[in-house]
């Protein structure tokens, strides 16, 4: 799928994160490139908005309050084994592959995020 495609099918991605600079950084960004955003301050209101609504992307933070992307993800994947779930994160050397795996994430990025590779690698060729 190229940018103009993307644009074309204007699809939904939860961004859950407790940065409020970060949400809004991602809101801009991929908003600009079509996507519709819809945002979340931690795992419960994530869960919270997929339980309101369908989205074809979601791109959590590894560490917030209350609950991590890891364990928001676990939760995702009792009911939804498709969406596709990147997990940001300042620490990936920290993760256990065999963690994220079981808890069904797709993608672990590494910050500072790069908005490329955000578009080119996981967003274009999901």
């Known amino acids: 799928m190229n940018i103009q495609q993307l644009q074309n099918t204007r699809q939904k991605v939860l961004v859950v994160d407790d940065d409020p600079a970060l949400r809004e ?3 801009d960004y991929l ?3 079509g996507f519709d955003v819809h945002t979340a301050t ?3 209101a994530g869960l919270h908005a997929l339980a309101e609504s369908h989205f074809d992307l979601i791109l959590t933070d590894y ?4 609950m991590t992307g890891l364990e928001m993800a676990a939760c995702i994947r009792r009911s ?3 969406t596709p779930i990147i997990l940001i994160t ?3 050397s920290a993760l256990d592959p065999e963690v994220v795996a079981q808890a069904g994430i797709t993608r672990v990025l590494p910050k500072p995020l790069r ?3 955000l578009l080119n690698k996981c967003l274009i060729e999901k």
């Open 63 to 66: 560490h917030m309050p209350a």
């Open 90 to 92: 300042g620490d990936s």
């Open 80 to 82: 939804d084994t498709i």
């Open 115 to 117: 908005f490329n590779e």
């Open 31 to 33: 908003g600009r490139v």
């Open 42 to 44: 931690d795992g419960r």
């Open 25 to 27: 950084l991602l809101t």
